[in-house]
């Protein structure tokens, strides 16, 4: 894929989860595609990432969600942006806050679709926001810190050498 055409793919992909169209999110994957949501989790095939968006992700934000991305860069079939995003919270224990957080989403692409996405967001911040309670942040803050350790990425990483032994 080349840079122009990540970026068009972008636009399609923003605007559909902007419009809360879970289809047309949907349909810039690759059918076998996966979204790796750090809230609601993995999400397989269209079917199922259409419904993350329109029914559980725009059934939480609501109508005002706003998702920008900025600086993308592609090399061909590897692609990342950094974004902006922001909605008012539907959810009924933090209904109306307004939150904003930035992230970087990690694109691996194919057949001119995305075939595996997944974003590095500090949730941290989104919850200060919303205000959740500091044992509810530390619960979920911990999950994600085991979750990130038990990745086999994370494990392969964690058993290589040091590459640069200067320290």
Not at 121 to 134: D, E, H, I, T
Request: proline content about 4%; glycine content about 8%.
């Amino acid at each position: 894929m080349t840079q122009d055409e990540f970026c068009a793919l972008l636009q399609r992909f923003t605007a559909a989860a902007e419009a809360g169209d879970g289809e047309a999110f949907a349909a810039c994957f690759t059918p076998d595609g996966v979204y790796h949501d750090y809230i609601y989790g993995d999400h397989t095939g269209r079917a199922d990432i259409a419904h993350m968006m329109s029914g559980l992700f725009h059934r939480d934000a609501g109508p005002d969600y706003r998702w920008e991305m900025f600086d993308p860069v592609c090399n061909g079939n590897l692609a990342y942006a950094w974004s902006l995003s922001s909605f008012t919270s539907r959810v009924p224990d933090f209904a109306g806050k307004f939150v904003v957080i930035d992230g970087i989403s990690r694109f691996e692409l194919r057949d001119g679709l995305i075939s595996d996405y997944r974003e590095s967001v500090n949730g941290g911040v989104a919850m200060a926001q919303l205000g959740v309670a500091a044992p509810r942040i530390e619960k979920v803050l911990g999950r994600w810190a085991r979750e990130l350790r038990e990745r086999p990425e994370t494990q392969a990483y964690l058993v290589r050498p040091r590459q640069n032994s200067a320290a």
